[in-house]
């Protein structure tokens, strides 16, 4: 099992940039793949990134290819998203998520985080 919690959302100006950060308890946080989820007011939760437990293999949404960058680090039991170029339209709670193997739907990631807000204005 693998408790999460994110942090780092906050209010950013069109164009800026802002940093997620996932961090999971437990020692076994290698072996989840990790992804970033948003969901706006009145939306699905939408998948934004993936990554393999290695950290080798990624995958993006075309909403976010080229912007936002998932990263991880196993040592510290650590998973990030870097966002760059944000839009009004990323407004959004974002969380990330485990799942014990590599997996792109909601349904397929068993552990949640709280969700960190995040609201960029234009």
């Known amino acids: 099992q693998v408790h999460l919690v994110e942090s780092g959302g906050g209010l950013v100006q069109a164009g800026g940039s802002l940093r997620l950060s996932c961090a999971a308890s437990?020692?076994?946080?290698?072996?989840?793949?990790m992804g970033w989820f948003r969901q706006a007011p009145g939306k699905e939760r939408e998948l934004l990134a993936t990554?393999?437990?290695?950290?080798?293999?990624?995958y993006y949404a075309d909403s976010v290819q080229g912007r936002f960058t998932i990263s991880r680090d196993n040592a510290k039991n650590l998973v990030y998203l870097q966002m760059n170029s944000l839009k009004p339209e990323d407004t959004a709670v974002y969380y990330c998520?485990?799942?014990?193997?590599?997996?792109?739907?909601?349904?397929?990631?068993?552990?949640w985080g709280q969700g960190t807000q995040v609201t960029v204005s234009s």
């Open positions: 998520a485990a799942a014990d193997h590599w997996a792109t739907v909601p349904v397929e990631y068993g552990y």
């Open positions: 437990g020692r076994t946080f290698s072996r989840y793949a």
């Open positions: 990554i393999s437990r290695s950290g080798r293999v990624t």
